[in-house]
């Protein structure tokens, strides 16, 4: 298994429980890890082989920028489902951090992996 990573991604978005929260954009710094096989692509050089990291990043950049979720437990979990059927990656870790959520901690948010981790090989 080979991964495809995309590391502190940030995007504006309405998201939080509190009144306040519901006017204002806040940033969330995604990492990602998805899974795949670079193989193909190694040898064909062909970017249609393969995962476009470019592709995710649009995607997610247009959905969190206009998504207004609450939790971050659900914008980790359609993030992830975006990842998973729309881009057909059979696993996927996602960090959200919320940053400044929290007074006194650097970082606050969540780490969820979704779907099926394919053996080596
Ligand atoms: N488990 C969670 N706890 C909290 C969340 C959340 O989304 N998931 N959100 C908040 C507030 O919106 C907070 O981020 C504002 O500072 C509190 N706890």
Redesign the pocket.
């Known amino acids: 298994m080979d991964i495809i990573y995309l590391r502190d991604l940030r995007i504006d978005t309405v998201i ?3 009144g306040w ?1 519901r006017q204002v954009k806040q940033t969330i710094v995604f990492d990602l890890e998805m899974a795949t096989d670079i193989r193909k692509a190694a040898h064909s050089d062909c970017i249609e082989d393969t995962l476009n990291y470019k592709a995710v990043a649009k995607r997610l950049i247009d959905f969190v920028g206009h998504s207004q979720f609450a ?3 659900t914008l980790a979990e359609r993030v992830c489902e975006i990842i998973v059927t729309e881009f057909n990656v059979p696993w996927v870790r996602l960090q959200l951090n ?1 940053k400044g ?2 007074r006194g901690a650097r970082d606050v948010g969540i780490i969820i992996e979704r779907g099926v981790k394919p053996e080596h090989g």
Do not use: P
Request: glycine share 10%.
């Open positions: 939080g429980i509190y929260e939790l971050v437990e919320k959520a929290v």
